[in-house]
């Protein structure tokens, strides 16, 4: 069984920056791709980054617009979203999510294994 769990979500003013974190234990992470989604109240939950198994493939939902970049370290087992000039409207539920698939998928339905996720608020 895989098991995900995510860490770094906190409260930050609108401009700032915030990194998340995803460990993976029970299986080596470099044999998943590695997504980010969020979760807004009241909102389907959205795609929001993926990288592929080994990081040389990223992917990013359009209202990223080069703030966050994704990233790993399969030596740690270990996904990271480096969040930065956060607006008030990326405030949400961050999840990290995994998948055997061999190329990054951007549909939720594709990723088996989901950690319980972090709240990332970002106040005007």
């Known amino acids: 069984q895989v098991h995900l769990v995510e860490s770094g979500g906190e409260l930050v003013q609108a401009g700032g920056s915030l990194r998340l974190s995803c460990v993976v234990s029970g299986r080596s992470s470099a044999n998943y791709v590695m997504a980010w989604f969020r979760q807004a109240p009241g909102k389907e939950r959205e795609f929001v980054a993926a990288i592929s198994q080994a990081g040389g493939s990223k992917t990013y939902a359009d209202f990223v617009k080069g703030r966050f970049i994704i990233s790993r370290d399969n030596s740690q087992n270990t996904g990271y979203l480096q969040m930065n000039s956060l607006e008030p409207e990326d405030t949400a539920v961050y999840y990290c999510?995994?998948?055997?698939?061999?190329?990054?998928?951007?549909?939720?339905?594709?990723?088996?294994?989901w950690g319980q996720g972090t709240q990332v608020t970002v106040s005007s």
């Open positions: 999510a995994v998948t055997n698939q061999k190329s990054i998928a951007t549909v939720r339905e594709e990723y088996i294994y």
